[in-house]
């Protein structure tokens, strides 16, 4: 199994910034696309950004010019850089891996997502 573990969350006023870390762990082989998806209360699920193994990345329209992905395919971690936050980007964020793991006969896929880490943005 594949598991994401999320840090970096927290409350910041309006203009400021967080940065959000995920790390994956376990029977990985290899991992294609990170992303992070974002959930505010009453809302559905939303792609905030994602960055394949090559480094292409791809936002929403509402972070572009503020959030940066990035990730570091050695220790399997991505992170996700925001600036110059707004109110409406509270929400919970989660992280989300896909890839290849390693399994009995071989490899299979896994598409495994983080537990979530709030991030609050006060006006």
């Known amino acids: 199994q594949v598991q994401l573990v999320e840090s970096g969350g927290g409350l910041v006023q309006a203009g400021g910034s967080l940065r959000l870390s995920c790390a994956a762990s376990?029977?990985?082989?290899?991992?294609?696309?990170m992303g992070w998806y974002r959930q505010a209360p009453g809302k559905q699920r939303e792609l905030v950004a994602a960055?394949?193994?090559?480094?292409?990345?791809n936002y929403a329209d509402s972070v572009k010019g503020r959030f940066t992905i990035s990730r570091d395919n050695g220790k399997n971690t991505v992170y996700l850089q925001m600036n110059s936050l707004k109110p409406e980007d509270t929400a919970v964020y989660y992280c989300?891996?896909?890839?290849?793991?390693?399994?009995?006969?071989?490899?299979?896929?896994?598409?495994?997502w983080g537990q979530g880490t709030q991030v609050t943005v006060s006006s």
């Open positions: 376990g029977s990985i082989f290899r991992i294609n696309a």
């Open positions: 960055i394949t193994s090559g480094g292409n990345t």
């Open positions: 989300n891996a896909a890839g290849l793991r390693r399994a009995i006969y071989g490899t299979t896929t896994f598409d495994s």
